[in-house]
């Protein structure tokens, strides 16, 4: 069965400073990864793509995957306290077909 | 652009009643749609995949009597929990990826969030 570790949390980072997130997933066929980021009572939001070795930078936002280790990461720069949510970690192993497999989020909290 | 729009975003129903949940593509064609639940304090779980003018495939006890998913064009895709009881009660997603998309992203709707009583 596939599946995707994430740690819970919460993970508490003061403002201004960048916090890290990891995931790890079971299948090694899985080629395309997702970080989405989900706010209390609402539904996931898209942050980052990642599909091949490296790093992968958006704005603020820097995706990390290592397909060897199978490990995925999500580094967030000058974090905000409008950064606190649960960031959700998810693969697609099925080439788009098939739905994605989601770990169960870590809860982030920005301390201001 | 890749908007994901659902109908109703709340719902509240009596026991053993239906319910039907409208997911819709608003600026883009959807080769495929996606239904997850998502349980309090839990994560997303998929519950079906659906393509435009096929059947659903629904995941392991999932069941497909009581979850009913049609398709009917690309840009429409429906959920009716049929004969609901409390233990449905649940936030309800659907997300949608482009028909000419050559990536594998997913594009979520804002999610209905069921209580049935």
């Known amino acids: 069965q596939k599946e995707v570790e994430q740690n819970s949390g919460p993970l508490s980072v003061p403002e201004g400073a960048i916090a890290s997130l990891n995931c790890t997933y079971s299948?090694?066929?899985?080629?395309?990864f997702f970080w989405y980021r989900q706010y209390s009572g609402k539904s996931p939001e898209l942050i980052m793509s990642i599909y091949s070795n490296g790093d992968k930078e958006d704005g603020r936002f820097t995706a990390q995957l290592n397909k060897a280790s199978q490990y995925v990461s999500l580094l967030i720069r000058d974090s905000q306290p409008s950064d606190s949510a649960t960031y959700l970690c998810a693969d697609d192993s099925g080439g788009g077909a098939d739905g994605l497999t989601f770990g169960k989020g870590t809860h982030l909290i920005i301390q201001p | 652009g890749a908007v994901v729009s659902q109908h109703p975003s709340w719902v509240i129903c009596k026991s053993g009643t239906s319910v039907k949940i409208e997911c819709r593509s608003l600026d883009f064609q959807a080769t495929t749609m996606f239904w997850y639940r998502q349980f309090p304090k839990q994560s997303l779980m998929l519950m079906a995949t659906?393509?435009?003018?096929?059947?659903?495939?629904?995941e392991q006890g999932v069941e497909k009597d009581k979850f009913l998913i049609n398709h009917a064009s690309l840009t429409l895709s429906t959920l009716t929990v049929t004969s609901a009881h409390p233990e449905d009660s649940s936030f309800y997603i659907c997300?949608?990826?482009?028909?000419?998309?050559?990536?594998?992203?997913?594009?979520f709707g804002p999610g209905t969030r069921l209580t049935v009583t």
């Open positions: 997300s949608a990826r482009a028909l000419d998309s050559s990536s594998y992203e997913q594009y």
């Open positions: 299948d090694r066929g899985s080629q395309s």
């Open positions: 659906s393509n435009e003018g096929s059947k659903a495939t629904y």
